[in-house]
């Protein structure tokens, strides 16, 4: 286990819950069997009311961080969690996600100081998801494969851009990734399955 003075300050994995104690496991599993464990995982619950808060508080083996209170939503949620993460970069995981098991070290060997976005593939159902092009057509998917497990983002670009904004309760991800993209974040594409 990675303890939080030995993060290497590289990668966060940022999750969103509320009630997920159905799901939340699955990406537990996930996060236990990386490759690479030099992460830190920040959890933002928003008052959950079933068992998801005593679920996250038995974990002892990965370097996790919880916050439990009131929020406004997902993308306040994820505001909060960039807020408090140590990580240079940071990947979004929602509660039933998974990564692959080479997925943070995948990451981690593309970090160069150049890069803001690094976005990899995503595999969603049967199908799998990529930058698409023409962000006339496709929005942020123009230059990500998808927010969620599928794009690393320097923490950085929060300062220039601002957070995810509360305007926009479904699509604030969209709006922060295109703002990114079209004044002049670097982002790198790999043909890496996360």
């Known amino acids: 286990m990675i303890k939080s003075e030995d993060f290497d300050g590289k990668i966060s994995i940022i999750t969103a819950v509320y009630n997920a104690e159905n799901h939340i496991q699955d990406l537990i599993e996930s996060l236990r069997q990386q490759g690479d464990s030099n992460f830190e995982w920040v959890v933002v619950d928003g008052l959950s009311t079933d068992n998801t808060l005593e679920i996250l ?6 370097n996790v961080k919880i916050i439990s209170e009131a929020d406004f939503g997902i993308y306040d949620a994820f505001n909060k969690g960039v ?5 240079e970069y940071y990947l979004v995981a929602v509660a039933d996600d998974i990564f692959y ?6 990451y981690k060997k593309e970090i160069d100081n150049n890069i803001d976005i690094v976005t ?14 023409h962000s006339w057509l496709f929005g942020m998917r123009a230059f990500i494969s998808c927010h969620s497990v599928g794009v690393l983002i320097k923490k950085e670009l929060h300062q220039k851009h601002g957070f995810y904004s509360r305007k926009f309760p479904i699509v604030a991800d969209q709006l ?3 703002q990114c993209c079209q004044n002049g974040a670097q ?3 790999i043909d890496t399955l996360v």
């Open 120 to 133: 990899a593939t995503v595999k969603m159902g049967n199908a799998l998801a990529k930058p698409m092009g």
């Open 83 to 87: 807020k408090h993460s140590q990580g």
């Open 57 to 62: 508080k038995k974990i002892d083996d990965l």
């Open 187 to 189: 982002v790198k594409v």
């Open 176 to 178: 922060f990734i295109k």
């Open 101 to 106: 098991p080479h997925a943070v070290a995948d």
